[in-house]
């Protein structure tokens, strides 16, 4: 079975500027989140889907962050315009919607570093 | 409020010997899960395992063991016989039953395991 899929591995930019994460989840997981994850941290939670409807965005920066998941598979994060303290590792995780297995799989996550 | 306390930031050892990386977590629910996670340098979160608060059975897989004490509030993870490939970070998280997606990580243990 394919794990959760994210891309690009790593990304630089300069503060400003945009940019946009992907993650494919695994094959029939209804829920997929969005962690960002700071050197030296836990990740943070910042967006949860449950299909294409967003469960949970309370820790989502909306002024500059924003997320998508239009047909319940793949989605996209975005940040515009990115700050410094932006800089961080993105992860998705997927799961099933079956509560008995609320286990959360992770993704590589793409390593952003803001200049 | 819930919070997970890992006080061990770095933990250095030669192969063969074991470690035991500490966990502590607070919750006012009665109902929660434990879970511990490993991170490798590709990134990855890998899940290990996931305990639920009615279940204070200590579990053993292969060289690894858990040992969860609802008196001290603590799920602590042990490694016996360590080996170069358990280098990682492990992360120890929690989530509470009226939100079993949302999980709570502590800051991490660096684990190095020397040849």
């Known amino acids: 079975e394919a794990g959760v899929a994210q891309s690009p591995r790593y990304k630089i930019i300069e503060k400003r500027q945009s940019v946009a994460f992907w993650c494919n989840p695994i094959s029939g997981h209804a829920t997929l989140y969005w962690y960002q994850q700071i050197l030296g941290q836990g990740p943070k939670l910042l967006i949860q889907f449950q299909n294409n409807g967003v469960v949970d965005d309370s820790q989502l920066p909306k002024d500059r962050f924003s997320a998508e998941r239009l047909k319940g598979v793949d989605s996209t994060l975005k940040i515009q315009p990115a700050k410094l303290e932006d800089s961080a590792v993105y992860l998705c995780?997927?799961?099933?919607?079956?509560?008995?297995?609320?286990?959360?799989?992770f993704g590589a996550g793409t390593r952003l570093s803001v200049l | 409020a819930q919070k997970v306390t890992q006080a061990q930031t770095e933990i250095s050892v030669v192969e063969k010997e074991d470690v035991t990386l500490d966990c502590v977590y607070e919750t006012r629910d009665t109902t929660y899960y434990l879970f511990w996670y490993k991170q490798p340098p590709s990134g990855e979160l890998v899940f290990l395992i996931r305990r639920n608060s009615f279940d204070e059975q200590n579990e053993i897989s292969g060289r690894y063991s858990w040992n969860f004490q609802k008196s001290t509030s603590s799920f602590n993870f042990t490694i016996t016989a360590s080996q170069v490939v358990d280098s990682a970070v492990y992360f120890c998280a929690l989530s509470e039953a009226r939100n079993t997606d949302k999980l709570i990580f502590g800051t991490g243990t660096r684990l190095q395991v020397f040849p």
């Open positions: 995780a997927s799961s099933s919607s079956d509560r008995a297995k609320n286990i959360q799989y």
